[in-house]
């Protein structure tokens, strides 16, 4: 791994770190548990589409293009210290199995979608995210009823995930434009 890519890595952590630790400080006006904006996502969608599909593999970003583990790994290191720093560590579970499942969904949608189309691997991140929550609260809780939230947190995920994927989508593209 390249220093280069090393700091583009910590960068992105320290964003994604901070936008969730501001982001558990704001109290939204929906009465839904679990609801959350997740734009720390917009940051995990940015290093999973960084470098691909837009001709920017050329040039001084050669070395620098992530791949989708170093965007895993952005993702990981953030849930885990985003439960450090914010001492939730009963939310680290819901989290990881949220983000996982995400991350799964997201990295097959890369694969069929062009960084003209984030926004709809934001969404459907957002959907598989809460697919994961609903079910590690199901199995902790051992309540499945819990389930019934998931159809009021698909459509909030649906928006929100759209709103990440275009804040992503055009962060990419102005960096493009830069070079």
């Given at each position: 791994?390249?220093?280069?890519?090393?700091?583009?890595?910590?960068?992105?952590?320290?964003t994604a770190l901070i936008i969730?630790?501001?982001?558990?400080?704001?109290?939204?006006p929906i009465a839904i548990p679990?609801?959350?904006?997740?734009?720390?996502?917009?940051?995990?969608?940015?290093?999973?589409?960084?470098?691909?599909?837009?001709?920017?593999?050329?040039?001084?970003?050669?070395?620098?293009?992530?791949?989708?583990?170093?965007?895993?790994?952005?993702?990981?290191?953030?849930?885990?210290?985003?439960?450090?720093?914010?001492?939730?560590?009963?939310?680290?579970?819901?989290?990881?199995?949220?983000?996982?499942?995400?991350?799964?969904?997201?990295?097959?949608?890369?694969?069929i979608l062009t960084n003209k189309?984030?926004?709809?691997?934001?969404?459907?991140?957002?959907?598989?995210?809460?697919?994961?929550?609903?079910?590690?609260?199901?199995?902790?809780?051992?309540?499945?009823?819990?389930?019934?939230?998931?159809?009021?947190?698909?459509?909030?995920?649906?928006?929100?995930?759209?709103?990440?994927?275009?804040?992503?989508?055009?962060?990419?593209?102005?960096?493009?434009?830069?070079?």
């Amino acid at each position: 791994m390249t220093t280069k890519k090393l700091t583009i890595m910590a960068t992105l952590t320290a964003t994604a770190l901070i936008i969730f630790i501001i982001e558990a400080q704001i109290p939204l006006p929906i009465a839904i548990p679990g609801a959350k904006l997740g734009l720390a996502n917009a940051v995990t969608l940015f290093a999973l589409f960084y470098g691909s599909g837009d001709g920017s593999s050329s040039g001084s970003r050669k070395n620098a293009n992530l791949r989708t583990v170093d965007a895993f790994m952005v993702l990981i290191c953030r849930i885990i210290l985003g439960a450090v720093f914010t001492a939730r560590f009963t939310a680290f579970i819901y989290s990881l199995a949220g983000g996982l499942l995400a991350f799964a969904a997201q990295a097959v949608m890369k694969k069929i979608l062009t960084n003209k189309q984030i926004w709809a691997c934001g969404a459907v991140g957002a959907v598989f995210h809460n697919i994961g929550q609903i079910t590690a609260a199901a199995i902790i809780t051992r309540t499945p009823a819990i389930a019934a939230y998931l159809p009021l947190l698909t459509i909030a995920g649906i928006i929100t995930g759209v709103v990440t994927g275009l804040i992503a989508q055009f962060t990419l593209a102005r960096i493009s434009a830069w070079k």
